[in-house]
Each structure stands twice: as C-alpha cells, then as structure tokens.
C-alpha cells in the first residue's frame, strides 16, 4: 500500500508528439483515484509511465516518497489491469494467477494457497485448470484481476478493464472490482472512458484533456461545480445545455430570454477585458414543466415556451427534446467534445434536452412552457472555457453574488 | 480455421492429402526403387524393380565410412541447428521487440550474407580455416553452417514474435518478470511454431549441403553424408556406383523423416488464441 | 473583486493555447525536444539488452564472413588467372567490363533469370497450396506434413541425379513419356525438367515457411470474417493473407536468393550444356574448375548485387511487415 505522487510528469514521444504534459497528482494511500477524458488525452499514457512500461520525458515519480522514475516495472511493485487482458493463452488459470508469485520465489504451499483465495474471492475456483482460450470474456477479465490482486502490491493499475465487457457484465464486474477494493484498500488508479464508471467507482475522479488535467475532485463536486465548459460537457449524461448568450445592460440575452445576472457575476463582466459574448449551461435536470412548480420555486428561476420535438418517458422521469431558435454556442472545447461524444454540443437552431417530471403531460408538437433553475446554472468564457459563476470553486449560479 | 468435418469435407481433405504425398514421393519412391535394383537391371527403365536385391545397403555398410560420415552429419547438423537457432531467436527477439541503434544494420548484414554466391566464399573460407587448425573439424564445419543458417532464422524468427501482442509482454513485466524471464516463459512458448520452423529447415540446410562439405573437409573425421556419396565408386572400378548411392540416399533420409516427424507436431495454430482481446 | 473568475490553483491556463493546435508545443519545450534528450536508465538497459542479444549472432556472422566476402571483391578487381599466376595484377573494374560484355554471361542471365521467375512464381502458388492443406488436413496430419516435406529433405545431388536417371532414355521410367527420345539434350526440354526438379524440390521449403504463417492466423478473426459472410475466397484474401505477409515475405526473399544461385541441379542434370548453365554455373567453372579468380569473383559480385536488388525491392514492397521495421504498433 502506498501513495503516490506525480510531480510535473510530462511525455514526449519521439515523433515529438506531447501525450502527456506537466500533470500533478497526489493520490493518497488507499485512494481509488478515476483517470476520464476524451480517446487520445493520454490516460493509458499516464498509466505506463506510472507502471514504468513508459518512460518519463520529464517531472517526477514518486510512490511512498521515494522516487521510481528509473525503477523497471518489476521493481515497483504494481499490478496492472490490461485492458485486452493480456492473459499468457499457454497457461491455465491458476498457472496466470500464479505466474506473478512464481517469479517472486515463494515456495509452493503459499502460491496455491494464495491463488486459491484470489479464486475463490473472484469466483473463478471452478475454472482454474482451463486454458483462457476456453473463458467467456468476463471470465477472462476476472484472470486478468486475479493475477493483479494475488501479489497484494502497492497499487494496482487499470487500463479500461470492462470495456471489452456487453453492457451487463460490465455492471457485474463493477461492482465486483468496487467490492475488491473497498476490501482490500489497495491504492488504485483506473483509467476509464464510461461515464457511469467514472461517477460511481471512485473516490476522485480526474478529468484530462490534450494531455493536461482539467479538474480533480469527488465524482459529485465535478458534476456540480465543472470548472471550465470542458469539464461540464463531459461529465453527465445527457450531458450539460450550452447556449450562446450576449451581454447586453446588465442582462444576458439568450435563446429562453433574458437572464438576469448577480451582482458579482455583473463585476466580473463590467471589467475592461471580459467578453461581451458568452456560453450559458444548464443541466438537463435543472429543467422543469412550468406546470408543476410551486410558487416558491418559480422565484428561484425563470420561463420560457418552446416546442417540443420529441418525447421519451423513462418511467422514473421524461427526457423532452425541444427545439429552439438562435445563434450556436461555439468554442474550441465544444467542438473537442462533440468530436469524442459522436454529439452535438452547440445549443441553438439545435436540441434542449431536458429531464422532466413523469407527471408532466407533455405532448410532442405541442409548444410547452418550461421553468429553469436559475441556481443552477453555469456561464462559461468561450474563449478561455473558464466557468464564470465559479467562485471559490463553487458555483452558485447565475444570481450569485 | 473454421473445422467442418462433414465426410464430405474429409473425402475432400483426403483426396488433396493424396496428390500432395504422391506429389512429394513418386521421385523418392524412383530412387528407392533404384536402391533395390540389382546392377542387370537397374538401366531398364521400369519403375518397379524386377529383382529385389539388398546388396546395394550391404555394400554401403561394408566399410565404417559410410556410418562415420553418418555419425558426423548427424552430430555436425544437430549442433549447428541447436545453436543457430538459439544465437537467431535472441537476435530476433531484439529485432522484433527492443528498440536499439545498430538494429537496421544487423537485418542488413544478414541479408547479405545469404545473398553472397557461396562459391567464392569457400576458397578464402578453406585457407582462413587451415590457418586456425579448424579445418576438417567438426566446428570447421559446423561455424559456416551457423552462420549461413542465421539469416533465415532470425528472418523467420522476427516474423514470429512479430506477432505476439505486445501486451503480453507489458504484463510479464508488470508480473515481475525480467527481460529474459518474459521472453523464457512467455515469449518462447507462443513463437514455438516459428522455433520449430526454423529448426527443421535449418537441420535440413546443414544436413543437405555439399559445397562447404566437400572443401572444408578431407578426412572421415568430419566428413558428412554427402561428400561421402560422392566418393562410392562401386567396389570395382568397373561397377557403376548407382544403386549405392541411392541406398545411401534413402538410408539418410530417415533422419530427415525422423527430424521432422517429431518437430512438426509443434507447428500448431491458436497458441495466442485467448491471450488479448480487442 | 476579482477579475478572473478562475479558482486559485486551477489548471487550465494551457487552454489558451488550444486555439492553435491540440499539441502545440511552447518554445521553450520544441528547443528541449529538438537537443538529445539524455537516455533514462530503462532506456540504456534497452539498448544493452538488445546489444547483448545481438552480438553472439553478429560476431559469428561477421568473423566467419568478413574475409571471404572482402576477399572476393577484391580479387574481382584483379586479373588473376592461376593457369598464369604471373600475370595477377589490379586492373580495377576491367573484370566488370569483360562480364559485362560476354554473351555467355547475358546467356546464363537470362536463363537464371527465366529459372528463378518461373520457379518462384510456381512454388508460390503450389506453396500455398501445399501450406493450406498441411495446415488442414483432417486425417494422418503427421504423415502428410513429413511425406510433403520429404523432397526437401533429399540431399539436392541424389535428387537431380534421380532426375537425371528417370529421363534419360534407357534407364528411366520418365523417358518413355515422350516419343522422341533424350529430352535433356534439348534446350527448351531440358530447362522444362531443371525447373521441374527445382520446384518439386524446394516447393516445401515455401510451404513450411507458410504452414507456420497460417498458425499465426487467429481462429477469431476467421469465425469473425465468415459470419460477416466472406466466402472462402474472400476469408483468404481479406484475413489469411494480410497476417501471413511477414511470414511470405522471408519465404518469397529468400526462395528467391535461392533460386537466383540455381546450381547442384543443373550441375547434374545438363552441366550447363545446351546454354542451359546458370549464372552460378558460369562462376563455379571459372573460380573452381577454370581457376580463373578474377573473373570468378566478378560473376560472384555481380550475382550478390542483382540479388541485392531484388531483395530490396521486396523488402520495399512487403514494408512494415519487414523485420526491424517499427511499424507503430509497439506499445
Ligand atoms: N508510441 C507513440 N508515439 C507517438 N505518439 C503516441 C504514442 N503512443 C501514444 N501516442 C499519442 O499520445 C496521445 C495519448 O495517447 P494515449 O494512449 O495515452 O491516449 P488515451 O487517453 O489512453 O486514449 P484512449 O482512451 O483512446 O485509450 C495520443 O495522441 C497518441 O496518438
Ligand atoms: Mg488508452
């Protein structure tokens, strides 16, 4: 068990490719720590420098303080999860399992009790003496946690393990790799590209991008308080409302009407160099049908009608698709988003997708009046990406003050 | 692949197995034939001889020589193949797998030293070798076998661990393997069919060769099988050697079967199978 | 009153430069980039390891034929002639020049040429054949796959002799096939049967080279191609072949390097008569039996350096799939 430290880690490749620049983490003993991000923002990177299967170009190592960057992956003492797996396909199960013991020259008695417990803990016991070729994929999975977790190292290491898995094994195998390190307190760091993965495992959750950590903290301060429009598009699903707003006497003009501002937010903009022009969020959630909302929460938002596209009930709630007219929010980072998600971020001439209550009786076609928590909402720089309404790294909306 | 085992399939299968092994052997059946032949008839064109005779092997087995030469083909080509093979899978692991300066030029160099006519190579190969006291020994031979057997191995060998998932090996280390233990225990099991491959053909190359044989050597001391042949001359002068050699010939032969007989087994598909996914 | 709105701490002061590329690199960084970055210990060990592996298999290489191979260019440039041993002397590239100019030498070239062609081509195919159903074969695999390797096996003299036997007339049973007699003392005939024996020979040295190329072929990905619906055909081309081009190119290299040095069969079968010799023959009469040095090694040299062309157009052709060719996929 063991902390550890990344002090200014950059990669460089030899194509002269940044994959990996100047990141800083502390990961404390015990933590499960959730690396997310968009395909190529250099999380398995990260990973195999971390591992030692990849050198570091420049900055610091450390686990329990002492620094490893020059450490071969043997002498770190780290098991890692791959995400093919990479089971030996010439050994049986239990030879895998083992496999990592053997090279550690234990005598025998301790590596089969040892693996026994590995097995018995994953459930594998019944199929120790087959070959991988004969496993289902959660069962090879279960291996290749198996191996890692016989050793009892100092960390453990994983690459999107589930995400070879069909949609329900990988909720079994979630549960089962939550279990295992809640039992066995071991510090690990788990790469991942599912949201759910992401918000539900962990006890921090870092979100990177191009090689640079955007944001750390708990799964529910990310979603809460997002710190840039990178962050806030990328964690939720359906994920943030962006819509293009225009600041004009005090006021914001946007495509569900004029927002009013607070009295710090308003300070912000008045500032020489603020843009005039700006990119409002909203969550799906923060939506309501006008219809159901009593008076005092009315006050603490505002209104506006719109049609309605289409209209998907959920049984617990309503995901309504409205269509509304306006000017697209535009920035370097929605586009990013957009091109990882395979969606499309810019609000406006586009969808608002907003979750309603199952009482509503919201039609398709119709045009609906629609409520928004004004609380809740987020304004984001487009140029920078900031998130305006943050303060103190909390976000109080768009009255704060 | 996919395994259909209608009968129908099977009569298919059978029937190509068929032409392949006439294919192969009809040529070997002549000179076996001719082994059998008596001196009368061997000259009269039939395939099938009309007397059966075993004097030709008697005749090949008369005198040591024809088992010395046996004795030293055997040991010269075993050695040779065993450590060809081993020096070629650890300079193919390194080509395939380590990233090192100096790399391009040994696959070069290798090359060109399968290109180079052998014919002008023995000469200078014959006076070096009588200089160093190596010539007519068995490491006079089995040095330039090594060596011009390397090229194809390690060609071969490169090709093989090519194609083992580099994950596998990330794994290894990340086991606590060293470098060598993950190429031992992983590595080396998987590439197995290349290591056989290379092993049978560089058996065959050391056993067939004549040209390096025949100049490097001038005694039974290292004399192989094939220079051997090539000095029956019957028992008379008069007596056409014909039916000996090709005793000879099939009597040596059954190493070969013998060699690759047991190797070929491990030429087996799916060894990955299982290993990575995705 | 603060007037940027962004947390103390945070780390996003990178973004600005997004604008202009998603890896954009800040000066100070390219200049680092651009000098030797100095080697970390992993990488120093890397490069040992794979010195260390190397060396016993370059030392050997290079100790065994540095010499003969300098020896023999350098004679190339010599007139030396042993039936005149006086007269050794450097003329440079005169030796070139009498090859090049000699039609016996664009004779054996052409036939050489032809030989290899044809013979590479054919084994190919038959090859590939004869991997595919060594690789398949239902009943007595063991027995097949030794029986296909068996001509490959007999030492090449007692083959072509056994050849050389089997079509002449009066002796052989092949003779009989065609009415008019000796086919070996025709030019057309003869190089018909050297090639023959050429492919019925080394054919299985291709096909044990594919054989261990088809292993490599995952089952899944056939399962994978033939649910998808490819015909057979379609699996081979699209599948089979793609995973086995490593293993065709080191068959289909050195087959041919093979091929280009034809000799032992035509040795034996005409003895180069009826312009049938090999540019191999031609060197092998003037270095051994004409024991004319000189032009000897020219037609060495000259045959290591066509060879070497047509290496390197392979080995161009097959890219990645070459040895020590870093195609990317290495981590
Ligand atoms: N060996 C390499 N040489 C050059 N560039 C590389 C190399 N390996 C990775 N990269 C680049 O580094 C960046 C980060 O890669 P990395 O594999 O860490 O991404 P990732 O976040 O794990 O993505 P994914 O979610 O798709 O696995 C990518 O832009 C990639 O193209
Ligand atoms: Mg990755």
């Not at chain 1, 919201?362 to 987020?378: A, C, D, M, Q, T």
């Not at chain 2, 011009?148 to 994950?167: E, G, H, M, N, R």
């Not at chain 3, 195919?125 to 007999?154: D, E, F, Q, S």
């Not at chain 3, 003299?157 to 000796?182: C, E, K």
Request: glycine share 8%.
């Amino acid at each position: 068990m063991a902390d550890i430290v990344l002090d200014k880690l950059s990669k460089r490749f030899p194509d002269g490719t940044t994959a990996v620049r100047d990141i800083d983490l502390e990961i404390a003993d015990g933590e499960f720590v959730i690396l997310v991000g968009p395909s190529g923002c250099g999380k398995s990177t990260t990973l195999n420098m971390i591992a030692g299967l990849e050198d570091i170009s420049s900055g610091e190592l450390r686990i329990d303080g002492q620094r490893v960057n020059d450490k071969a992956p043997r002498d770190r003492d780290i098991a890692m999860v791959f995400q093919s797996y990479a089971l030996y396909p010439n050994m049986t199960v239990r030879e895998n399992m083992a496999f990592p013991l053997r090279l550690a020259k234990m005598d025998k008695q301790t590596i089969d009790a040892k693996v026994e417990e590995a097995a018995k803990v994953l459930e594998l016991t019944p199929l120790l003496d087959r070959k991988p070729a004969n496993l289902s994929g959660g069962q090879r999975q279960r291996v290749a946690m198996g191996r890692a977790i016989v050793r009892q190292p100092k960390a453990f290491l994983m690459d999107e393990p589930l995400s070879n898995l069909d949609a329900k094994l990988r909720v079994q195998m979630r549960t089962v790799v939550s279990r295992l390190q809640k039992q066995l307190g071991t510090t690990t760091v788990y790469v991942t590209h599912d949201q759910t993965e992401a918000m539900t495992l962990g006890d921090r959750v870092v979100i990177m991008r191009g090689g640079a950590i955007q944001q750390v903290g708990p799964p529910q301060e990310l979603y809460d308080h997002p710190r840039n429009l990178f962050v806030a598009g990328f964690i939720g699903s359906p994920s943030m409302n962006f819509l293009h707003a225009a600041v004009e006497d005090g006021k914001l003009r946007t495509a569900l009407g004029d927002v009013p501002i607070g009295e710090r937010i308003r300070r912000q903009l008045d500032a020489a160099d603020a843009p005039r022009e700006l990119i409002l969020g909203v969550r799906p959630e923060h939506f309501e049908d006008a219809e159901l909302v009593d008076d005092d929460t009315r006050r603490r938002g505002m209104e506006f009608t719109a049609p309605v596209d289409i209209v998907e009930s959920m049984g617990s709630d309503k995901y309504v698709y409205f269509t509304i007219e306006g000017q697209r929010a535009s920035a370097a980072e929605l586009e990013e988003l957009a091109a990882d998600a395979g969606a499309d971020f810019s609000g406006g001439g586009a969808g608002l997708v907003t979750r309603l209550s199952a009482e509503s009786s919201v039609r398709e076609g119709e045009g609906r009046r629609v409520w928004f928590n004004l609380e809740k909402i987020h304004l984001f720089d487009p140029t920078t990406g900031h998130n305006l309404t943050l303060h103190e790294g909390r976000s109080g909306g768009a009255l704060a003050d | 692949m996919a395994v259909e085992t209608t009968t129908r399939a099977k009569l298919r299968w059978g029937l190509l197995d068929v032409v392949v092994v006439v294919f192969a052997l009809v040529p070997v059946l002549w000179i076996a034939s001719l082994s059998f032949k008596t001196p009368a008839t061997l000259t009269d064109g039939r395939f099938w001889p009309r007397e059966w005779t075993l004097d030709n092997y008697r005749s090949i087995f008369a005198t040591d020589q024809f088992v010395r030469a046996l004795v030293n083909s055997i040991g010269i080509a075993l050695i040779a193949t065993g450590i060809a093979v081993v020096l070629g899978a650890m300079a193919a692991y390194a080509i395939s797998r380590l990233d090192f300066p100096g790399k391009r030029v040994l696959v070069g160099v290798s090359l060109l030293i399968a290109m180079f006519p052998q014919v002008s190579l023995v000469s200078p190969l014959f006076e070096i070798e009588r200089q160093l006291g190596l010539f007519d020994t068995w490491p006079g031979l089995i040095l330039p076998y090594i060596t011009f057997a390397l090229p194809l191995a390690i060609y071969t060998l490169s090709a093989f661990f090519k194609q083992i998932p580099w994950d596998l090996e990330k794994a290894a280390k990340m086991d606590g393997a060293t470098q060598a233990q993950a190429f031992r225990r992983v590595i080396a099991p998987l590439a197995a069919p290349g290591l056989f491959t290379t092993a049978i053909l560089v058996f065959i190359f050391c056993w067939n060769d004549f040209l390096f044989a025949i100049t490097l050597t001038s005694t039974e001391r290292a004399r192989t099988v094939p220079v051997a042949l090539s000095f029956f001359t019957g028992e008379s002068q008069f007596e056409d050697p014909t039916g000996a050699i090709c005793a000879a010939a099939v009597v040596i032969t059954i190493p070969i079967i013998l060699f690759v007989l047991f190797f070929q087994r491990r030429i087996v598909s799916g060894l990955t199978s299982g290993a990575v996914k995705g | 009153m603060s007037v940027n709105a962004t947390p103390a701490g945070a780390d996003v002061s990178a973004d600005a430069e997004h604008g202009t590329g998603r890896h954009a690199a800040v000066p100070g960084q390219r200049a680092r980039r651009r000098g030797k970055t100095p080697l970390s210990e992993n990488r120093k060990a890397e490069r040992r390891l794979g010195w260390l592996l190397c060396a016993p298999a370059a030392l050997v290489m290079v100790l065994v034929t540095a010499y003969p191979i300098a020896y023999s260019v350098w004679l190339s440039l010599q007139r030396f002639d042993l039936r005149f041993p006086d007269e050794r002397e450097f003329i440079g590239l005169e030796n070139y020049v009498t090859v090049l100019t000699n039609d016996f030498w664009w004779t054996a070239f052409g036939v050489t040429m032809l030989i290899t062609v044809v013979t590479v081509a054919v084994e190919l195919v038959l090859g590939m054949g004869l991997a595919l159903v060594m690789h398949r074969t239902l009943v007595g695999r063991g027995i097949v796959r030794t029986a296909a390797l068996i001509p490959y096996g007999i030492v090449t003299v007692v083959a072509a002799f056994s050849w050389r036997y089997a079509w002449t007339p009066g002796t052989g049973y092949l003779a009989n096939l065609f009415s008019d007699g000796a086919p070996l003392t025709e030019r057309a005939s003869s190089l018909a049967i050297i090639m023959l024996a050429e492919i019925w020979k080394t054919t299985p040295f291709m096909a044990l080279l594919l054989m261990a190329g088809l292993a490599l072929v995952p089952e899944d990905l056939l399962k994978a191609a033939s649910t998808d619906g490819a015909t057979a055909w379609q699996r081979f081309t699209k599948v089979v072949l793609p995973v086995m081009k490593p293993a065709i190119l080191v068959a289909l290299l050195f087959r041919t390097l093979d091929a280009f040095r034809v000799f032992d069969n035509i040795f034996v079968l005409t003895a180069g008569g009826n312009e049938t010799s090999s540019v191999s023959m031609l060197a092998y009469n003037n270095l051994i039996r004409g024991l004319n040095l000189g032009i000897g090694s020219t037609m060495s040299v000259l045959i290591f350096l066509t060879v070497a062309i047509v290496a390197f157009v392979f080995v161009k052709l097959f890219g990645t799939a070459a040895p020590g060719s870093d195609d990317g996929e290495r981590r």
